[in-house]
Protein backbone atom coordinates (compact mmCIF):
# COMPACT_ATOMS: atom_id res chain seq x y z
CA UNK A 1 0.00 0.00 0.00
CA UNK A 2 1.32 3.26 -0.91
CA UNK A 3 -0.91 5.41 1.57
CA UNK A 4 1.13 4.18 4.81
CA UNK A 5 2.29 6.54 8.13
CA UNK A 6 5.71 6.73 6.81
CA UNK A 7 4.58 7.37 3.06
CA UNK A 8 2.03 9.77 4.16
CA UNK A 9 5.10 11.06 6.59
CA UNK A 10 7.74 12.14 3.19
CA UNK A 11 4.42 13.37 1.04
CA UNK A 12 3.32 15.92 3.48
CA UNK A 13 6.44 16.75 4.44
CA UNK A 14 6.81 18.37 0.19
CA UNK A 15 3.81 20.03 0.37
CA UNK A 16 3.77 23.36 1.75
CA UNK A 17 1.20 24.49 3.95
CA UNK A 18 -1.99 24.66 2.42
CA UNK A 19 -0.95 22.40 -0.33
CA UNK A 20 -3.51 19.36 -0.87
CA UNK A 21 -2.88 15.60 -1.34
CA UNK A 22 -5.57 13.92 -3.43
CA UNK A 23 -5.86 10.07 -3.57
CA UNK A 24 -8.37 8.15 -5.30
CA UNK A 25 -9.34 4.18 -5.35
CA UNK A 26 -11.84 2.04 -6.43
CA UNK A 27 -11.69 -0.08 -3.55
CA UNK A 28 -13.82 0.56 -0.96
CA UNK A 29 -11.51 -1.52 1.89
CA UNK A 30 -8.18 0.65 0.66
CA UNK A 31 -10.75 3.94 0.65
CA UNK A 32 -11.16 3.18 4.33
CA UNK A 33 -7.63 2.25 5.34
CA UNK A 34 -5.99 5.33 3.62
CA UNK A 35 -8.89 8.13 5.36
CA UNK A 36 -8.05 6.20 8.70
CA UNK A 37 -3.89 6.62 7.92
CA UNK A 38 -4.52 9.89 6.52
CA UNK A 39 -6.61 11.41 8.86
CA UNK A 40 -4.38 9.90 11.86
CA UNK A 41 -1.41 12.77 10.46
CA UNK A 42 -1.62 15.49 12.57
CA UNK A 43 -0.82 17.95 9.96
CA UNK A 44 -3.28 16.95 7.87
CA UNK A 45 -7.18 18.10 7.25
CA UNK A 46 -9.60 16.52 5.13
CA UNK A 47 -11.37 18.78 2.88
CA UNK A 48 -13.84 19.11 0.23
CA UNK A 49 -12.93 19.05 -3.70
CA UNK A 50 -12.18 16.68 -6.52
CA UNK A 51 -9.41 14.64 -7.03
CA UNK A 52 -9.18 15.66 -10.79
CA UNK A 53 -10.92 14.77 -14.08
CA UNK A 54 -11.39 11.06 -14.69
CA UNK A 55 -8.07 9.12 -15.79
CA UNK A 56 -8.35 6.02 -18.09
CA UNK A 57 -8.53 3.88 -15.21
CA UNK A 58 -10.91 5.37 -13.44
CA UNK A 59 -13.63 5.98 -15.99
CA UNK A 60 -12.93 2.20 -16.50
CA UNK A 61 -13.89 1.33 -13.06
CA UNK A 62 -16.97 3.45 -13.29
CA UNK A 63 -18.20 1.79 -16.14
CA UNK A 64 -17.63 -1.45 -14.59
CA UNK A 65 -19.84 0.21 -12.20
CA UNK A 66 -17.57 0.45 -9.20
CA UNK A 67 -17.38 3.83 -7.12
CA UNK A 68 -14.11 5.92 -6.96
CA UNK A 69 -13.46 6.98 -3.57
CA UNK A 70 -11.75 10.52 -3.50
CA UNK A 71 -9.77 11.73 -0.70
CA UNK A 72 -8.42 15.94 -0.71
CA UNK A 73 -6.36 16.53 2.48
CA UNK A 74 -4.91 20.30 3.17
CA UNK A 75 -1.13 20.22 5.04
CA UNK A 76 -1.82 22.82 7.25
Known amino acids: M ?5 H ?3 LRS ?3 PGGRLRCAT ?7 AMLETL ?5 LVRVGG ?3 PP ?4 QRAIEAGREVHALV ?4
Open 8 to 10: VAL
Open 26 to 32: DAADYAA
Open 2 to 6: LIQPD
Open 39 to 43: AADGQ
Open 73 to 76: FCRT
Open 55 to 58: TRYG
Open 50 to 52: TVR
Open 14 to 16: RLR
